[in-house]
């Protein structure tokens, strides 16, 4: 029997939560290794059919592959919904790109100065979690969309991502900046 869960599948599901939110937006199937993401500049969301089908089974609580892409795909939309704040940060989000790409990642981690343009693209991030996960959840509540409990287990679990890695990045330059001033001492 042929897997169900295919790219035109999910394809269909993401467009069919769409289409419930009253939302069109464009969707791409990429190999980013990313569930699902909004590409803000592109203006479209993109999706990875592989990562998808892996992400929804590391939930705690267990959910169906048809709950965890809607829930997944009105987050994106969250994201579509708070665009003109993500543009109004594209000359910063493209100067941190830049120097991530000239700098190798020892020198990202132990430089004060790039350690801490790290945390702020972190904190950047969060805050867009934040906020389009608060879209997601005015749409579900006007849609009807999923139960809420669930919904929050999807939300808690895909922003816990987003915050460890920021927790780890801040630990390490908290250490770095205690390093320097015992060295300058």
């Known amino acids: 029997m042929k897997n169900k ?4 599948y999910i394809q ?3 467009k069919s939560t769409m ?3 009253g939302m069109d937006v464009e969707l791409k199937q990429d190999n980013s290794g990313i569930n699902m993401s909004y ?13 998808l089908l892996e992400a929804s089974k590391e939930m705690q609580t267990p959910i169906s592959l048809e709950l965890y892409i809607k829930i997944i795909t009105m987050h994106e939309l969250g994201h579509a919904i708070d665009r003109d704040a993500l543009l109004n940060t594209l000359s910063r989000t493209l100067e941190i790109f830049d120097t991530k790409k000239s700098h190798s990642l020892y020198e990202l981690y132990n430089n004060i100065e790039l350690l801490a343009m790290l945390i702020e693209e972190h ?3 969060i805050v867009f979690e ?7 959840q005015n749409l579900n509540k006007e849609f009807q969309m999923v139960d809420e ?3 929050e287990a999807v939300k808690a679990h895909s922003l816990e991502t987003y915050k460890s890695l920021y927790e780890e990045d801040l630990h390490l330059y908290e250490e770095l900046v205690a ?4 060295q300058i001492a």
């Open 12 to 14: 269909r599901l993401i």
């Open 19 to 21: 289409q419930a939110v």
């Open 130 to 136: 934040e906020t389009a996960w608060e879209n997601a």
């Open 5 to 8: 869960y295919n790219e035109k």
């Open 149 to 151: 409990e669930i919904f």
């Open 123 to 125: 904190e950047m991030n």
């Open 179 to 182: 390093l320097q001033s015992v």
């Open 39 to 51: 590409n803000f500049i592109g203006d479209y969301v993109g999706f990875d059919v592989d990562r």
